[in-house]
């Protein structure tokens, strides 16, 4: 159940005109009032001899009774409340209590008060009714109706539980803002399928991911097509931007501009700037980096500052992580403007949806998020990868880690009853979940080709691995589909040097594996990134499928396979 408060407005017979009228694409089905504040109020959906004036007269008798003076010039109320696609058509005595429940919810009629607002409520669509009101008491008062957004959609919640209907997640006044149903339909006019104002923030979105500098930022904006103005103080300091697309225009053929704020709460100038705020780790204790050569190693890094991410939201601070949490939003902006074609429709769903879950009530510590953002800005930087080779196995060994950092924020802002964020996170979670199975399809069929022919002593001997690593999961693991590209990504893990038993115990160590849907996929790009594995196992050097070039047996492997897994292969 879905509750929206309109603009007011100043003409009543105007929007009387609208609910009982056909609509703008002819929608609008037996429009007819199912309650009112006088049972007698006249309909003229269902009585031939009412009419729009007299039903106009009567709502706005009170506000015609005050001198001219005292009548607000925007004296019309508008509420729609609408029912979820899924919940079962509602009769017209369940919409009229809805509605009687709506009004004194929100102030305009409360229970009792005989001196209340005037109101009716119009049904002309199995889904939805609308209310209107005026906005002057019959005792020549106004009514009081602060906070009547948020009181109507407690109510909401309430009639959801009272009618078994689909429980919407309750907001927290942190999301971006709607179009309005001006733009939509304007949208749908021109045959586009999202309005101006949500291709601006995605637009404005993309932009600022790893943006190092305000300059770099309105560079981007301008690459990206769009019309950018600044608002700049006599001092000569930029205080906002207003942004539009160039072929959205109004009446007079201007171009309809947004400011950052309207697009989202954090794409203001100044929420924008708290981004490149630094502290003293980030001047003291960040170790230099070596350069990113491509899209494949922006991928590894953003790897990394993933499961950096993770640790922070186990163990860090509600400003931290809410740092953390936003700035991956970042990283997935940028992942989906550089992702092969595949995988790029998903990770463009992935952002759009974890967009709502990187704002809450709970202010960013900026500056704690460097790894995270740097990730983003080196994505964007590394450009586009391919579909297939070491680009993409390192796309997938990414998104396995990024699958375990959306769901850990979708978890944190459940316990802090976050619902809207925790389901947008979940959502992002599942968009990713596909995304990933586009682009681990190719590495992991070659790796499950590989681990299929080695020989049976190299399979007991890597099983005998994980039994001994994963005692109580090993079970699960050995009996996925994705064993044998475990094994044998353990048997080239074992040709460089590695002991299977501890790299197993060490990846498993980094994070819980049992909420995994695939643990064994989980293992295998966590082994690759630790053993020093190229992601693509077509680049793997001195490997045969046999597994046993370099080692000649089981036996002799367990002689020398005991470096540990954090040191460097030898040179062969």
Known sequence: MIPRIHKRGSETIGLIRYLYGPGTHEEHIDPHMVAAFDPLTPDPGRDPEATYGQLQRLLDQPVNALPAGRRPKKHVWHLSVRASPEDPILSDDDWAAIARRMVAATGIAPDGDEQACRWAAVRHADDHIHIIATLVRDDGRRPRLHNEARRAQTEARAIEADYGLRRVTPGDGTAAKRPTSAERHKAERRGQQRSPREELREAVRRSVAGAASEEEFFDRLASAGLLIRRRVAPSGDILGYTVALPGDRNAKGEPVFYSGSKLAPDLSLPRIRERWAKTSDDVTQQPALPPVTGPASSRRRATAAAWQALLVIDHGNDGMVAAQIAATGEVLDALAQTSAAHTRNELQAAANAFERASRSHVRAARGHDHALRQAARDLVHSGSAFGRGEDGATTAMALDMLIFLTVAAANWHAKKQHAQQAEAAHRAAAHLRAAYQAAASHPMALLHQRGSRLAPAWQRH?????????????????????????????????????NPTTLLTQAAARRELDTAERMSDVLVWRLRRMAGLPADPQNSQGQRTSGNRSVSSPERAAQIGTRPANSSPRRR
């Open 462 to 498: 890597h099983t005998a691995a994980v039994r001994q690593a994963l005692p109580e999961l090993a079970d699960r693991i050995l009996a996925e589909p994705g064993w044998p590209a475990l094994a044998a990504t353990i048997a080239e893990a074992q040709t460089a040097g590695h």
